[in-house]
């Protein structure tokens, strides 16, 4: 039973528009969310974040959206760089206390054409 | 600039050899979680420790993984005997969970190949 489905095993995006990768998870116990970005050969990188109090957090061109009701969150990157082509995880956790471990997605692989 | 690092970055070894993996963490990390990644699975929690103590190793398959915390600098992982089906690549990751901050950062992994 996937607890945290990134539906979309790719999706391909033009140099300069708008990227958005989703994520749902069915754990209603999930308060902390994160994504992280994977490049071949290297280890997950942590990008960006949100908490259940919240429902946007902004970093640079990276914002995350959190839905609660729809148990939704969503990473949008704008504008798309190549660089940022790589495979992105979204990731949940519980933060009461002993809920240290993450559960992930299965990714997306996402590519940024020039 | 901080980060995990792990040892070795490959492994190439016959089936039914012992195969140990190393990971230090992050100075200061008290939270050390090792993962598998395949590409059927995704990344998979094997087992974690919190302040070098064993909280969770139930994503392992206990009759071949073990999994150690020997010191707050020195986290392994071994296989005793590997079998084929354990080729994957092995995340180690350390965080501080603090409040509602849960941030884990892993390490570049050990692609294990068993043949």
């Known amino acids: 039973d996937q607890q945290v489905k990134q539906n979309s095993p790719s999706l391909s995006v033009q140099e300069g528009r708008i990227s958005i990768l989703n994520c749902d998870y069915t754990?209603?116990?999930?308060?902390?969310f994160l994504w992280y970005k994977k490049y071949p050969a290297e280890g997950p990188t942590f990008l960006i974040s949100?908490?259940?109090?919240?429902d946007k957090n902004e970093d640079g061109r990276f914002t995350v959206f959190l839905n609660k009701s729809a148990k939704h969150l969503s990473l949008h990157i704008v504008p798309s760089q190549p660089g940022d082509s790589a495979v992105y995880f979204c990731?949940?956790?519980?933060?009461?206390?002993?809920?240290?471990?993450?559960?992930f997605g299965k990714g997306t692989k996402l590519s940024v054409i020039p | 600039d901080a980060r995990v690092t792990q040892t070795p970055r490959d492994k190439v070894t016959e089936m039914g050899q012992e195969v140990t993996m190393r990971c230090q963490p992050i100075?200061?990390?008290?939270?050390v979680f090792w993962y598998r990644q395949t590409m059927m699975q995704g990344l998979e929690l094997l087992a974690y420790?919190?302040?070098?103590?064993?909280?969770?190793d139930s994503g392992m398959p206990k009759d071949r993984f073990s999994a150690e915390m020997p010191d707050a600098t020195l986290a392994t992982l071994k296989i005793q005997p590997s079998e084929p089906r354990d080729s994957a690549v092995y995340f180690c990751?350390?965080?501080?969970?603090?409040?509602?901050?849960?941030?884990?950062?892993f390490g570049p992994g050990t692609r294990l190949t068993v043949l």
């Open positions: 990751a350390s965080g501080r969970p603090e409040g509602l901050r849960n941030e884990q950062f």
């Open positions: 754990n209603s116990m999930f308060d902390y």
């Open positions: 949100i908490s259940s109090i919240k």
């Open positions: 990731a949940a956790s519980g933060t009461g206390a002993g809920s240290y471990q993450l559960t």
């Open positions: 100075l200061g990390h008290n939270t």
């Open positions: 420790f919190r302040n070098r103590a064993p909280l969770d």
